[in-house]
C-alpha cells in the first residue's frame, strides 16, 4: 500500500480534516480534467451515467470526496488518458459491461477490483415495467430460474467473480447477489448509502413555494420505475399540493407528459437541482410529506435526506428501505394504490415517526461510508 494511504490509519477517521469548499459538480469537473497522475485508486462508472445523474452518481461523488477527506489518493477513470496498470485499486460503481471490459483488464495487471453493484433485483418490477406482459413474464421467469439453477450465468456473474471486495449497499442486497450470482460471501463487504449531515441544518425558508400550503415533495429521475403518476393519482385523490423536483430521461419524454397531463391544477414541477443547492435541502425542509412509492429502493438517498431534513417518509417497502428505516417512516407497495393514499394520509397527519431523524444522522453519514470503503481497500492490499 502506498504511503498515501497509510498515512491516515483507520484510528483517525472519527476526526477528519475540512473537506474541500466546492460543489460536488466542481468538485467532479475539477477531478475528470486533472493531469493524468498515477492514483491509489481509480474510479469508474458507466460513460452514460452521468448523463442524467441520480443517486448513483451522487453515491460515487460522496464517497470520493469523504475518501480524499480521509488520505486516499484516487481520480475518476479517463479512457483516453489512463492505464489501469498505474493504479493498486480499480473501483467500480454500478454493473455494466463496460464496467466488466475494465475489470478483465484489471486483473490480468495485477490490479485489483472493488465492485459497488448498487443492484437490486425486484421480480413484480420486472413484470410490471416490461414493455408487454409476455416480455415482462420472461424477465420474471428468467431471473426465478437464475436464483436456482447454478449453470445459468451471464455477464453479471463474471465481473461478481472478477471482484475481490463486493460493496452491496445492504445486507439484503448482499444477499440477493449470492442468490443470483453465487458472489463468494468472502468477498461481501456491506456499506451503506450515506447522507450529507447540511440536510439537518436546512432552511424551509429558502425555498420558494409557489403556494402558502402545505405539500408532498416528491425528488428524483421522473420514469416508470419511480412510480411517479401513481404518487399524482394518490395525490391528487387526497386533494393535495405536490411538487415534483427532477428530470426524465430523454426515453420516458411519453412518460413525463403523461404526469404532467395528470398533474394539472395541483403539481408543481421544478427542473433538477445540483445536488449541493441549498434550496433542494430547503425543498425537503418545506415539505409536509415527502414521498417515494417506486417499484424498489436501495433505500434512495432522497429519502435518506428528507429524513434528515425532518420530514414525514413514505417509502416502497421494495428493496432494502425496511433495513434502514424500520419502523420509522409509511410504506406503500408500488401497485396499490389505495396503500399509496392511506400511506400519505397518515403521514400528512402524523408527521414524521419519532426517531427517524436521529437514526439516520448516526447510522448514515458520508464519513461512515467512506470509512468502511478505505476498510475494504485495506483487506484487499493485505
Same mark, same amino acid.
Given at each position: 500500500?502506498?504511503?498515501?494511504?497509510?498515512?491516515?490509519?483507520? @484510528?483517525?477517521?472519527?476526526?477528519?480534516?475540512?473537506?474541500? =469548499?466546492? +460543489?460536488?459538480?466542481?468538485?467532479?469537473?475539477? #477531478?475528470?480534467?486533472?493531469?493524468?497522475?498515477?492514483?491509489?485508486?481509480?474510479?469508474?462508472?458507466?460513460?452514460?451515467?452521468? =448523463?442524467?445523474?441520480?443517486?448513483?452518481?451522487?453515491?460515487?461523488?460522496?464517497?470520493?470526496?469523504?475518501?480524499?477527506?480521509?488520505?486516499?489518493?484516487?481520480?475518476?477513470?479517463? +479512457?483516453?488518458? *489512463?492505464?489501469?496498470?498505474?493504479?493498486?485499486?480499480?473501483?467500480?460503481?454500478?454493473?455494466?459491461?463496460?464496467?466488466? !471490459?475494465?475489470?478483465?483488464?484489471?486483473?490480468?495487471? %495485477? $490490479?485489483?477490483?472493488?465492485?459497488?453493484?448498487?443492484?437490486?433485483?425486484?421480480?413484480?418490477?420486472?413484470?410490471?415495467?416490461?414493455?408487454?406482459?409476455?416480455?415482462?413474464?420472461?424477465?420474471?421467469?428468467?431471473?426465478?430460474?437464475? %436464483?436456482?439453477?447454478?449453470?445459468?450465468?451471464?455477464?453479471?456473474?463474471?465481473?461478481? @467473480?472478477?471482484?475481490?471486495?463486493?460493496?452491496?449497499?445492504?445486507?439484503?442486497?448482499?444477499?440477493?447477489?449470492?442468490?443470483?450470482?453465487?458472489?463468494?460471501?468472502? #468477498?461481501?463487504?456491506?456499506?451503506?448509502?450515506?447522507?450529507?449531515?447540511?440536510?439537518?441544518?436546512?432552511?424551509?425558508?429558502?425555498?420558494?413555494?409557489? +403556494?402558502?400550503?402545505?405539500?408532498?415533495?416528491?425528488?428524483?429521475?421522473?420514469?416508470?420505475?419511480?412510480?411517479?403518476?401513481?404518487?399524482?393519482?394518490?395525490?391528487?385523490?387526497?386533494?393535495?399540493?405536490?411538487?415534483?423536483?427532477?428530470? @426524465?430521461?430523454?426515453?420516458?419524454?411519453?412518460?413525463?407528459?403523461?404526469?404532467?397531463?395528470?398533474?394539472?391544477?395541483?403539481?408543481?414541477?421544478?427542473?433538477?437541482?445540483?445536488?449541493?443547492?441549498?434550496?433542494?435541502?430547503?425543498?425537503? /425542509?418545506?415539505? #409536509? $410529506?415527502?414521498?417515494?412509492?417506486?417499484?424498489?429502493?436501495?433505500? %434512495?438517498?432522497?429519502?435518506?435526506?428528507? /429524513?434528515?431534513?425532518?420530514?414525514?417518509?413514505?417509502?416502497?417497502?421494495?428493496?432494502?428501505?425496511?433495513?434502514?428505516?424500520?419502523?420509522?417512516? !409509511?410504506?406503500?407497495?408500488?401497485?396499490?394504490? =389505495?396503500?399509496?393514499? *392511506?400511506?400519505?394520509?397518515?403521514?400528512?397527519?402524523?408527521?414524521?415517526?419519532?426517531?427517524?431523524? +436521529?437514526? $439516520?444522522?448516526?447510522?448514515?453519514?458520508?464519513?461512515?461510508?467512506?470509512?468502511?470503503?478505505?476498510?475494504?481497500?485495506?483487506?484487499?492490499?493485505?
Amino acid at each position: 500500500m502506498t504511503a498515501t494511504f497509510a498515512a491516515k490509519p483507520l @484510528a483517525t477517521f472519527e476526526t477528519l480534516p475540512a473537506m474541500e =469548499q466546492t +460543489s460536488a459538480r466542481e468538485w467532479l469537473i475539477s #477531478r475528470a480534467r486533472a493531469e493524468a497522475a498515477p492514483a491509489f485508486v481509480t474510479l469508474h462508472a458507466p460513460s452514460f451515467a452521468f =448523463q442524467t445523474p441520480g443517486g448513483g452518481e451522487n453515491q460515487l461523488i460522496q464517497t470520493a470526496r469523504h475518501l480524499e477527506a480521509l488520505g486516499v489518493d484516487l481520480r475518476l477513470f479517463s +479512457s483516453w488518458t *489512463d492505464r489501469l496498470a498505474e493504479s493498486k485499486i480499480l473501483h467500480l460503481f454500478g454493473m455494466s459491461q463496460e464496467g466488466l !471490459e475494465l475489470a478483465r483488464i484489471a486483473r490480468k495487471q %495485477g $490490479v485489483k477490483v472493488v465492485l459497488s453493484p448498487i443492484c437490486w433485483l425486484e421480480p413484480g418490477a420486472l413484470f410490471a415495467l416490461a414493455n408487454s406482459r409476455a416480455r415482462g413474464a420472461w424477465h420474471a421467469a428468467k431471473w426465478s430460474l437464475k %436464483g436456482i439453477i447454478p449453470r445459468i450465468r451471464g455477464w453479471r456473474d463474471e465481473l461478481i @467473480a472478477l471482484s475481490d471486495a463486493i460493496l452491496p449497499n445492504s445486507h439484503s442486497e448482499a444477499a440477493q447477489l449470492q442468490r443470483f450470482f453465487r458472489a463468494d460471501p468472502t #468477498r461481501i463487504h456491506v456499506v451503506p448509502n450515506g447522507v450529507d449531515p447540511r440536510f439537518a441544518k436546512a432552511d424551509a425558508g429558502l425555498f420558494a413555494n409557489p +403556494s402558502d400550503e402545505d405539500f408532498i415533495l416528491y425528488v428524483g429521475r421522473i420514469e416508470p420505475r419511480k412510480n411517479v403518476l401513481a404518487l399524482i393519482h394518490a395525490a391528487k385523490a387526497i386533494k393535495k399540493p405536490l411538487v415534483i423536483i427532477g428530470a @426524465a430521461p430523454s426515453r420516458e419524454a411519453d412518460y413525463l407528459a403523461r404526469c404532467r397531463s395528470a398533474g394539472q391544477g395541483f403539481t408543481t414541477w421544478i427542473d433538477a437541482f445540483e445536488h449541493d443547492d441549498p434550496r433542494l435541502a430547503a425543498a425537503y /425542509a418545506a415539505a #409536509r $410529506v415527502f414521498a417515494l412509492p417506486s417499484w424498489f429502493e436501495t433505500p %434512495g438517498l432522497a429519502a435518506l435526506e428528507a /429524513a434528515l431534513a425532518g420530514t414525514a417518509v413514505v417509502l416502497t417497502p421494495h428493496g432494502c428501505t425496511r433495513e434502514y428505516f424500520g419502523d420509522r417512516v !409509511e410504506y406503500a407497495r408500488p401497485d396499490r394504490p =389505495q396503500e399509496i393514499i *392511506d400511506a400519505l394520509e397518515r403521514a400528512w397527519h402524523d408527521g414524521p415517526r419519532p426517531g427517524l431523524r +436521529s437514526l $439516520v444522522a448516526e447510522h448514515y453519514p458520508w464519513t461512515v461510508v467512506a470509512k468502511r470503503t478505505a476498510e475494504a481497500y485495506e483487506h484487499v492490499m493485505r
